[in-house]
């Protein structure tokens, strides 16, 4: 096949992915130098249709980045009133002493938002200083220089037939390039995983961890609402199948957030994280609040939960890695997007400096330190522990021996050191034959709702002309191995119906996937590999 020719453009930086760190990269690199030539590239229809988070966010990354961001009318508006911990037994409920909580997990002074609003006025605000953002110009490629840097991406190809061969209408898209690239695509982003796997950026960093996130969007009566009041809970339904809890977050017009999180280290492979998350909501508790409500929207996403000592090495040859696609959640307090924008900005200040001195393609020094030993670093060592001790040890290990060392990191030293993780996600997942399958109620219709009609409600889209964008390695592996090894588990960790099985045949209905990796994650054979489909299809998140 001849070589696809493409045109070319330059700019000082390339951002791949307008979340929260390729935005805040954006506008700290024109603060900076309003002449240097920044583009954002997004793969989601517009901004924020690919942004899925709690979320309850902590201002400190905004506060650097725009600290008039409440004169600009940031849609930042719902201060946290009011922290409430619960653990859960299937009638009933234990609510936990605030007092008892490490001083982290107190959320005063922080908002209940919807982040891809939030991305959305960042965006407006890069573009007034001169950005330029493409929505709907996925990044399919790497384009590397002489040197074997990474020079650039390739965006915008358009037009494959179902078989991967060029259509009547092929369009090959373009090449950006750029003196240094960011990689800025959130958890398990296709680029970035290529990048850590070329330069070996995870030689020296421990497995990355993950959780799988379910979030809907819920109108409910007014006289039951109570703006901001954040509630998380541990415990039921998920007992000792799984790690994980949910959130209950109280937004302004009579609207609550209401999300469920299962660590993605479970054993048991009937484990349907979906279906825990359905049952969730028939807790007496949660039931009472949501009676006389409506649905309005549902998404899902994975969670880079690895924390501190599972980020890779952030600088890699002609670039950097940003945000959740290194790992920067802090796990008990549910929160990463504050060090997304704070990892932003350190990236664009390294650019500058070595922009500045006439450098390009190679590795931007300082970035690395200025996140290990930032407020980044800070938030995260704090809270290092927390992840492993649940894993190993379960959830009441956690609370007890975590939240002591969260305790004593508070002063500046852990009792524990640095705890390792242990194997992958997808080396946890035991033979089926070990483990019961476990018996799910059907969904009501009113609380709790079967996987395709809630996949309608993320609004997700895809050309059902186009390849594939999730590839299988062996495309026997799923029914010799996984089935017959595993109960095939894709049928059931994927939250959108994706997979399934049918008459002994792998089927994979892609025009489902809302984009949240869990099947590049979990797969306990390593077997899938998700990659982008062309620009702005997939799920069209409205306020998430």
């Not at 190993?392 to 705890?419: E, I, P, Y």
């Not at 409600?457 to 017959?484: C, G």
């Amino acid at each position: 096949m001849a070589e696809i020719e493409r045109e070319a453009m330059e700019y000082d930086v390339v951002i791949v992915g307008a979340g929260p760190a390729g935005l805040s990269a954006a506008i700290r690199l024109k603060q900076l130098n309003a002449d240097i030539n920044v583009v954002v590239l997004e793969k989601g229809s517009e901004v924020g249709a690919h942004i899925l988070s709690g979320a309850v966010l902590d201002p400190s990354g905004l506060d650097e980045l725009i600290p008039d961001w409440k004169e600009k009318g940031a849609p930042i508006t719902v201060p946290v009133k009011k922290d409430n911990f619960y653990m859960l037994g299937e009638a009933g409920q234990i609510r936990l002493p605030n007092f008892a909580m490490p001083p982290l997990m107190n959320n005063h002074g922080n908002y209940i938002v919807s982040m891809g609003n939030v991305c959305r006025w960042m965006a407006e605000q890069a573009e007034e200083l001169g950005v330029e953002i493409f929505p709907g110009m996925s990044c399919s490629e790497l384009v590397f220089g002489d040197n074997g840097e990474v020079k650039g991406v390739v965006a915008g190809e358009f037009g494959k037939e179902a078989d991967g061969s060029m259509g009547a209408n092929y369009e090959p898209g373009m090449e950006l390039h750029g003196k240094y690239v960011f990689l800025s695509e959130g958890v398990r982003g296709s680029l970035s995983k290529q990048v850590i796997a070329k330069y070996d950026l995870a030689a020296n960093s421990d497995e990355q961890k993950y959780g799988l996130g379910m979030k809907e969007i819920w109108e409910i009566d007014p006289a039951k609402h109570s703006e901001g009041t954040v509630t998380h809970t541990m415990g039921w339904p998920l007992g000792s199948n799984a790690g994980g809890g949910s959130f209950i977050y109280h937004l302004d017009n009579n609207q609550v957030y209401v999300g469920f999180v299962v660590h993605l280290n479970y054993k048991n492979p009937h484990l349907f994280p979906y279906m825990e998350f359905q049952r969730f909501k028939h807790h007496p508790m949660v039931a009472e609040l949501l009676e006389g409500g409506k649905r309005v929207a549902y998404g899902a996403r994975a969670i880079t939960e690895g924390g501190y000592q599972s980020m890779p090495k952030l600088e890699f040859p002609g670039g950097a890695l940003l945000g959740c696609s290194a790992g920067m959640v802090n796990v008990p307090r549910i929160k990463g997007n504050h060090n997304a924008m704070l990892s932003g900005i350190a990236a664009a200040e390294a650019a500058i400096v070595a922009i500045s001195e006439g450098r390009s393609g190679d590795e931007l020094n300082g970035y690395e330190a200025l996140v290990r030993t930032g407020p980044i670093g800070d938030d995260l060592k704090k809270v290092r522990n927390v992840k492993p001790l649940w894993s190993k040890h379960g959830l009441l290990a956690s609370l007890a021996v975590g939240g002591l060392d969260m305790w004593t990191n508070t002063f500046g030293f852990s009792l524990l050191g640095t705890l390792s993780h242990g194997k992958s996600d997808a080396a946890s997942t035991e033979k089926a034959s070990a483990h019961k399958p476990i018996d799910y109620p059907k969904p009501d219709g009113t609380l709790s709702f079967d996987r395709l009609t809630n996949v309608s409600f993320s609004f997700t889209n895809h050309e059902e002309s186009q390849p594939a964008h999730l590839h299988l390695m062996d495309p026997e592996t799923p029914i010799k191995v996984n089935l017959p090894t595993y109960a095939e588990p894709a049928q059931r960790y994927c939250p959108a119906g994706v997979y399934e099985v049918v008459d002994e045949k792998f089927v994979i209905n892609f025009q489902n996937c809302v984009h949240c990796k869990t099947c590049d994650i979990k797969d306990p054979s390593q077997n899938i590999n998700w990659t982008v489909p062309q620009g702005g299809d997939g799920p069209n998140y409205p306020n998430m």
